[in-house]
């Protein structure tokens, strides 16, 4: 078990550059539109996190060649092998799911386990199922894994109860291959989505709406290869701005996407940081006292779940009272309990979390939970005096490429250490 050690004086002190990796949220999808075609998929800016090699042996698996040369991965899927994403693959990572849609829409068949939940939720997947079977599938659930079958999806019109990410990736994906029109309502308007809709065009996909609510795709007989540029992580981003934010100095985020994060840069000039705001640079330094205030999660563009846990380090820091309402996942809150062990303020009520600030926070080794909460650790180790250390580092480096090289670049005291 690999563990993460980080030392403070209680004051962070970053200065420099960081780069910013390609989206982990991006590039799955993308590859999994790989299924699509037999013709080739060239993914460039691929962040190298442990998803992406998870999800690249779920394709070989299928019969998918990949070759990965630095951050350019080739896909092609010429024939399929196999059209079973295993138990062992979706349980090691939930977004397997994306290959359902792709794959039932190319071969006519596909058997995929039914992702388990996980630390932050049930994560239920009816809406992709409601979805495919209004496409004309046929979807059999036995032994814990889904059997969807249809000769030909056919167009349809299709309204999501509720806004989902992977349900609108993927349904817009077998929608592309489908006979006729389908109309997709209620769709997930993330960046990453919106990406995935702009590869599929380069595949040949016709797709109008795209980034919009509402998408409307004529199906075409057969898709072609495409390259295409993964977009930056912009949870990467937000959450490198929280250490800047938490922070004395300044640091630049290079090859961030301001756009994605127009939210939480609002939030963090709110809380009285220095965000400057350049192309595709973002200079990000604290230093003064932070503001607290209310966040309530929702869809894009909204202020987005992924950076939950990661600005309620910030306003563990704040002169006063926060409140955190996360509406997109009802168990999101696993890394207060952490928190807690760093000496923070936290209250859990229901789907709230009351925030009290400023509590200065003190090392201590904690349990990574999940992503998004091993982030959160880090950076309250990077503001707790003392030395902390993060147990269960594998969530971390599912969606977070080398992140302890890049704070130490800037200036913390922070390194990887095993058991
Ligand atoms: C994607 O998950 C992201 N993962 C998540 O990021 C992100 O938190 C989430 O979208 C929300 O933005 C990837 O893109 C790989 P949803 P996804 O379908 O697609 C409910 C991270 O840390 N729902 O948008 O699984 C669901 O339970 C991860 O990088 C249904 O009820 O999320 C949730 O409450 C964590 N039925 C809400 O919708 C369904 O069929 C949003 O889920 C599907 C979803």
Known sequence: MEKIRIRSEGALRLNGRVKISGSKNAVLPAIAAALLTREKVRLRNVPLVKDVHTILTLMKGLGADSSLRRNTLTLEAEKFASTEASYELVRAMRASILVLGPMLARSGKAVVALPGGCAIGTRPIDLHMNGLQKMGARLTLEHGYITAEASKLRGADITFEKKTVGGTENIVMAACLARGETVLRNCAREPEVESLCRLLVKMGGRI????????????????????????????????????????QGSIDLVDADPAHLSTVIERLRFSGTRVEVKKDRIRVAGGGSILPQDITTSPYPGFPTDMQAQFMVLLTQAAGTSIITETIFERRFSHVNELLRLGANIEVLGDKAIVRGRTPLSAAEVMATDLRASASLILAGLVAKGETVINDVEHLDRGYENIEDKLRGLGADIKRISA
Request: cysteine-free; overall charge negative.
């Open 208 to 247: 109008e709406g795209v980034g919009e609510d509402v998408m409307r795709v004529r199906g075409v007989d057969e898709l072609g290869g495409a390259a295409h540029d993964i977009i930056p992580d912009r949870i990467e981003a937000g959450t490198f701005l929280v250490a800047g934010a938490l922070n």
